[in-house]
Each structure stands twice: as C-alpha cells, then as structure tokens.
C-alpha cells in the first residue's frame, strides 16, 4: 500500500502535499461516471448469475453488432501480436468511399471521445484564453475537454423544448472562442436543431471559431430538416463527429472517427497517439460499415422501440422529450435516484438524469421490444408503489 493511501485512510481526508503535484484544473474534474455494467449490479445486490438483468443505460445497440464485424474479430484475432496499423489505412479507404470523401478528411479514434480530447489537444491554448461553448445540458466531455485544458468555457442552457439555443450560443461568441460542441442529437435529451437554425448559426462566424457537430447518433435521426455536418465541412470551420458505438453496435471496440476538411483535420493528426486504434476495432468497424443491412434493421427496431417508449409515457402522463436518438428522457416527477435503485432491483439498469442537473428524469436506450415491454413494466411497480 502506498504511503499516501495509508495517510488518505488513516486520517481520512486525502494528502494536501498530493494535490500540490498535480496541475491544478485536474483537481477540480471528476472521473467519467459510465452507466452500470451489468456484472457490477450482480456483485453490489448479490444477485445470482443467471438472474437475467437488462441494460439500457449507455446508448448501445440492443441488436448487437453485424454478425460479418464478429467474424471480421474473430478472423483478425491471430495478427494481435502485431501493432495495429497507425494510420487505419483500409478504414479510412472505407469511410472515404462510404461519405465520397478522401481518406485526408478522416481521423479515426479510440472512441469518438478520443476526438473529443485531440480537439482540445489541437486547439485549445491556455496561454492564448481561448474559450470554449457547448450546451446544457449536454454531453459531459465538452466540459472535462476544456477543463483539461484549463480553458474557461460558456455552458449554454438549452432552450425550452430541451433542443440547443443556437442563437444564445452564438451571443457567448467573443475573440476568445475557439471551439463549439453542438452534439445533433444532442445527449442526454435526443432532440435536434433544424438546418435553417444550424445555417443561420454558421453565418458570419469569426474565422478563429471551429464548430464540432457531435453526430453520434446521426443514423438515427428521422427529422427531415436536420443539418448534416457533412454539408458545411469545405466552407467552414466543421467538424463532424461519428461514432461505431452507437448504431454500429461496436461500443466495445472503441472506435470513433472525425471529419473536416484536410488543412483542419492535420492538426488533429498531430496530437494522434502512435497506434490508437487497435487492429480488432479497425477489422470491426470496415466489416459493420459494409453490413448497411444490419444498420437499417438497427435503425428501423431503434424507431419502432423508441415509439412505443414514447407511447407508453404518454399513457402514463409522464412528461418525455420526443426523441431523434436511440434514447429517450423521462420526467419521473420524483427522486430520480431512488427510482434507479428500483428499477435496478427489477434487473433493469438505466440511467438518472442526476449528472445533467435533471434530478427527477431518467434516461433510458431503446431496447427490443420485449427490454422496452419490461423497462415499462418494472417503472409502472416503481411508480404505483
Ligand atoms: C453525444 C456523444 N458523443 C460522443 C460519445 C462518445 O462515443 P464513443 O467514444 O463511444 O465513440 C457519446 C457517448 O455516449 C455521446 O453521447
């Protein structure tokens, strides 16, 4: 045990000396809080292994990935005593032909939240007072990226329906702006701007701003008049960013990726770790790309669950925000928390809007048919008893 825990528990309160050593803004984040995996619930309520418990809590694929991604795995398995190829060459051949783009306008990363962080890296300069703009609630890595960076920023609160303020966003924008994170569906509320907000927005910004259009859950939208980053990356400050987490079903490969145009998207190169990506993600994610099959179905369960989650709040009179995402955010009227700890108990994990100041909503994924069915089961219990 080291000396420092040993102090830290005998007297109970961490080590000033400590904390002198580290770089002051890291002392004011806290660690990512995940959902819950599953196995964690089974050991903390002593449950036995086969109690069957279902998770929607992180915004995964319900459906699994595509079978040809599993075996794409399960092929590449022999070569993992070899590094990873550094610059996903096949990769970026494949989103290049997919998005009809060149293979310079990409960065692959381990998880778009890696982007995230090579975005700060690239880009945010403390010395300079750069400052950053994101909405809230929304995404928590926005924040922690220009904490890390110790850069002041402005958390825009979202607008009545729960969808982004562009125009007070824009207001915040200073000589000091550097960067704007407008996740589209944004999370935790799954709502959308439209085009013309999104243009209007774009008009007449300082040339010093980058807007990063988070597109996580991009596949998904049904919204007609959604602005897809991909419109704007050659004549502004854009970058969109996509994810193999979500509707690719690969959250447990960690495979995200950028767009911009390839004077932008350089720099971003340059921050890039040697080998981020390891060789099972990229096999994984060329494989799940050529599988648009599998992304159809994907999204077509996604829609049909998400309407029958939004049916059944309405029949229960619970206030819900009309979702674009693979998610759905549910005022509960009550302690969000104690909810949770119930639903947990009846095997279902999902997620309390606690984190995002939403102290009596839940946010709950999409499931099948049969996990939504279940998830509206247990909430009716919890919400009679
Ligand atoms: C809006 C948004 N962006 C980015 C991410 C990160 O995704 P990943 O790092 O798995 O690609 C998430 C994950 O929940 C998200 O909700």
Redo the contacts with the bound molecule.
């Keep these: 045990m080291s000396s420092t825990l040993e102090k830290s528990t005998q007297n109970g309160a961490s080590c000033s000396a400590d904390a002198e050593l580290v770089r002051q803004s890291v002392l004011k984040l806290r660690p990512y809080v995940p959902g819950k995996p599953i196995e964690e619930v089974k050991r903390e309520l002593g449950l036995p292994d086969d109690f069957s418990i279902i998770k929607l809590a ?2 995964e694929n319900v459906l699994g990935p595509s079978p040809r991604a599993v075996e794409a795995m399960r092929a590449a398995t022999e070569n993992v005593w070899l590094y990873p190829d550094d610059t996903c060459f096949e990769l970026k051949n494949a989103l290049a032909a997919h998005w009809k783009l060149t293979p310079q306008h990409f960065i692959i ?1 381990n ?4 982007i ?1 962080h090579f975005l700060a890296l690239a880009f945010l300069d403390k010395e300079r007072g750069d400052e950053v703009i994101f909405g809230a609630p929304s ?1 928590v ?1 926005y924040k922690a990226a220009a904490m890390i960076a110790d850069c002041a920023f402005h958390a825009v609160p979202l607008d009545p329906n729960m969808v982004h303020d562009l125009a007070a966003m824009k207001s915040q924008i200073s000589d000091k702006t550097r960067l704007i994170f407008i ?1 589209n569906p ?2 935790p509320t799954g709502t959308t701007v439209t085009r013309a907000a999104f243009e209007t927005f774009l008009e007449d910004l300082p040339p010093h701003v980058i807007v990063v259009l ?1 597109e ?2 991009d596949e998904y939208v049904a919204a007609e008049d959604n602005p897809r980053a991909l419109d704007y990356i050659q004549n502004h400050n854009v970058v969109s ?1 996509h ?4 509707a690719y079903g690969l ?1 447990g490969t ?3 990726y950028g767009i911009a145009r390839p004077e932008l998207m350089q720099f971003l190169q340059q921050v890039r770790g040697p080998f981020n990506v390891n060789t099972l993600a990229q096999v994984a994610a060329i494989a799940a790309l050529g599988d648009q099959n599998h992304l159809q179905n994907s999204v077509k369960v996604n829609a049909q669950g998400r309407a029958q989650l939004q049916q059944a709040f309405g029949e229960m009179g619970l206030e819900f925000i009309p979702s674009q995402a693979n998610f759905v955010l549910v005022n509960i009227g009550r302690d969000a928390a104690a909810s949770f700890n119930e639903l947990l108990r009846r095997g279902v994990i999902v997620r309390t809007g606690t984190p995002f100041g939403l102290d009596s909503w839940l946010r709950v994924t999409v499931g099948t048919r049969e996990m939504n069915q279940r998830f509206i089961s247990a909430l009716r219990e919890v919400l009679d008893s």
């Design positions: 992180s915004n990363g998880g778009s939240d890696e995230i995404f890595q996740a944004n999370n988070d996580a859950y960013l994810t193999f987490s979500k959250a960690r495979v995200g």
